[in-house]
């Protein structure tokens, strides 16, 4: 982890809403150790955490942290009007906007992280399947996507690199 004083304040907010949420580095680490951990002899979870940390550091993904957890937190508070509340509040199915803000992330890395995003979406391993666990009153509509979708970038960052070290 980074030293916090020297810490640009969208990226400390966006590490911090990741936190307020439930989620640690350390559960995102596990999701690309789950997806990469086949391809990769030996592959240690500090490795896993090294590309979390590099794709946090990327202003494209913080943005689209702070801006999808900001929205399920207003969310939560009733601070959005209808029918977009209600639409949040159940993720409802017709709903893409979340899977797009993830895709702001995947982006980051190339083509290669959709075809991770999408097995981890599907099969939700870990901390995935806490965060769609239904909670009255708890809006986790952004979260979801946003969690697999940095464990899906880091997971492409760390293939890459290892391709280009072999
Ligand atoms: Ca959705
Ligand atoms: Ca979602």
Do not use: W
């Not at 806490?130 to 760390?158: M, Q, Y």
């Amino acid at each position: 982890m980074k030293d916090e004083k020297h810490m640009d304040p969208i990226e400390k907010r966006a590490r911090e809403l990741l936190k307020e949420r439930g989620v640690e580095l350390k559960d995102i680490a596990d999701l690309v150790y789950y997806l990469q951990n086949k391809y990769h002899e030996n592959l240690k979870i500090e490795e896993c955490l090294a590309n979390i940390e590099r794709v946090l550091s990327k202003r494209e993904v913080q943005n689209a942290i702070i801006t999808g957890i900001e929205l399920d937190i207003l969310a939560e508070k009733k601070l959005i009007s209808e029918p977009l509340l209600t639409t949040l509040l159940n993720d409802e199915g017709l709903y893409g906007v979340d899977e797009i803000i993830a895709f702001s992330i995947i982006n980051v890395y190339g083509s290669i992280g959709f075809t991770n995003y999408g097995y981890i979406d599907k099969q939700k391993p870990g901390i995935l399947e806490k965060i769609n666990e239904h909670h009255e009153g708890v809006c986790n509509t952004f979260l979801d996507d946003i969690v697999g979708a940095i464990a899906a970038a880091a997971s492409s960052r760390l293939a890459h690199r290892a391709k280009n070290v072999e």
